[in-house]
């Protein structure tokens, strides 16, 4: 009856369940490929730097050589490797009568796992940006802290503030990333155009980034922020209150995600042992390097 072999059956879960796990693995509404640069690496380790001293381009005249400048190493930034996986175990029943359904279903099963482990621990790194319990940004601070330095120690900014949502809340928090500084000191172009929400503030933040008129006047005032802000809206955000205001250029660039294995189906074939197992592992690591291109709301 049956068409497996020792020799085989390792095969015939790889195809029956492979393109269906991969599938089921990229086709739910995610937003970590969204939210990440995702990047392939052969690296175990993946290192960024950051710099400063170079201030501004200086005028020169014709013949005159160009202003020389000290270039400053501020921090270093490393993604080390780590490796995820799961495996289930199928009876001998099921391979000895092709119950190949079963094994659809697993990678189905298998698929969505995987989905959802990437992005809850995606999603973790908001979760944890207030207390840096496990992600950190370059300086050594939470990601989103009340005192971001230098290397140095000076230019101290904030990047954490405690309002609820609302209306005036956006306004501080829109005002206070436009203000927010490079390592030397130097004005940045930040454009905050993105807002982070959990599901419980989903209604609110739609409000704010679609209605012309603002939602919080009874006086038919244009909504300044209406279409300025694409909207996340996450159910792994934990904190009901809690919410986050995002620039989308400065997010792809420090904002890391390094894959050293995509998903892999793997099975154990061995018929004579009457050992029969099938599983996924992947290979990635994530985090993010400078901090400016967020500022948080711990809401208490």
Not at 122 to 130: C, S, T, Y
Not at 200 to 226: C, G, H, I, K, Q
Not at 256 to 263: E, G, K, P, T
Not at 270 to 275: A, E, K, Q, Y
Request: glycine share 8%; proline share 2%; charged share 20%.
């Amino acid at each position: 009856m049956a068409t497996a072999t020792t020799g085989t059956l390792s095969y015939l879960f790889d195809e029956v369940t492979s393109a269906i796990a991969i599938e089921k693995y990229f086709e739910g509404p995610f937003l970590v490929p969204l939210l990440y640069n995702m990047q392939g690496t052969g690296n175990r380790r993946d290192r960024s730097s950051s710099f400063g001293g170079l201030g501004k381009f200086q005028a020169k005249s014709e013949t005159a050589s160009a202003s020389e400048a000290t270039v400053t190493q501020q921090f270093q930034k490393t993604f080390v490797q780590s490796e995820f996986a799961l495996m289930l175990p199928v009876s001998r029943m099921v391979v000895d009568f092709e119950e190949w359904g079963f094994l659809q279903d697993l990678g189905v099963e298998l698929g969505t796992a995987a989905a959802y482990t990437v992005e809850d621990d995606g999603i973790a790194l908001f979760r944890d940006a207030v207390t840096g319990a496990t992600y950190t940004s370059e300086d050594g601070l939470s990601i989103c802290n009340n005192a971001h330095v230098n290397a140095d120690s000076g230019n101290s900014q904030d990047n954490l503030l405690t309002a609820a949502f609302s209306m005036a809340a956006i306004k501080a928090a829109h005002v206070a990333m436009r203000k927010f500084t490079n390592y030397d000191g130097l004005k940045l172009s930040v454009n905050p155009d993105e807002l982070m929400v959990p599901v419980d503030l989903e209604e609110d933040a739609w409000e704010t980034v679609r209605s012309a008129m603002r939602p919080d006047s009874t006086n038919l005032r244009s909504n300044f922020y209406a279409g300025r802000y694409s909207l996340f809206v996450s159910p792994l955000l934990t904190d009901a209150s809690d919410w986050f205001m995002m620039d989308s250029r400065l997010r792809a660039r420090y904002l890391r995600w390094y894959q050293s294995a995509a998903l892999e189906i793997f099975g154990d074939g061995n018929l004579d042992t009457g050992t029969r197992k099938i599983g996924g592992y992947y290979r990635e690591s994530h985090g993010c390097t400078d901090w400016r291109w967020i500022i948080g709301h711990s809401v208490t």
